[in-house]
């Protein structure tokens, strides 16, 4: 059994920073691709970032580039994702997703909990 553990999340004040961090764990399970998603309340779930594990490859959402960051710790089993110059779109639950094969969105079946982020104005 995979899990994902998010952290990081918090209130912080438009142009304010945040770090959430995805830990992995489970044994006998190799993850090609983790990913970053985003769901605001009414609104449909959306990719924010994704990397391949290992070559360190990164897809970012139009929205985010420029200012959000994702980074891998193979050593941990860690993925980060640096927000920089948040603002109040960006608030919304943010789910850790790891993909045993491509980074398209139908490959990620594991799935974390969500860890909140709210930028207010």
């Known amino acids: 059994q995979v899990q994902l553990v998010e952290s990081g999340g918090g209130s912080v004040q438009a142009g304010g920073s945040l770090r959430l961090s995805c830990a992995a764990s489970?044994?006998?399970?190799?993850?090609?691709?983790m990913g970053w998603f985003r769901q605001a309340p009414g609104q449909e779930r959306e990719g924010v970032a994704r990397i391949v594990i290992g070559p360190g490859f990164t897809w970012y959402a139009d929205s985010v580039k420029g200012r959000f960051t994702i980074s891998q710790d193979n050593a941990k089993n860690t993925v980060y994702l640096q927000m920089n110059s948040l603002k109040p779109e960006d608030t919304a639950l943010y789910y850790c997703?790891?993909?045993?094969?491509?980074?398209?969105?139908?490959?990620?079946?594991?799935w974390g909990q969500g860890t909140q982020v709210t930028v207010s104005s």
């Open positions: 997703a790891s993909s045993s094969s491509t980074c398209v969105t139908d490959s990620f079946t594991y």
């Open positions: 489970g044994y006998g399970y190799s993850s090609k691709c």
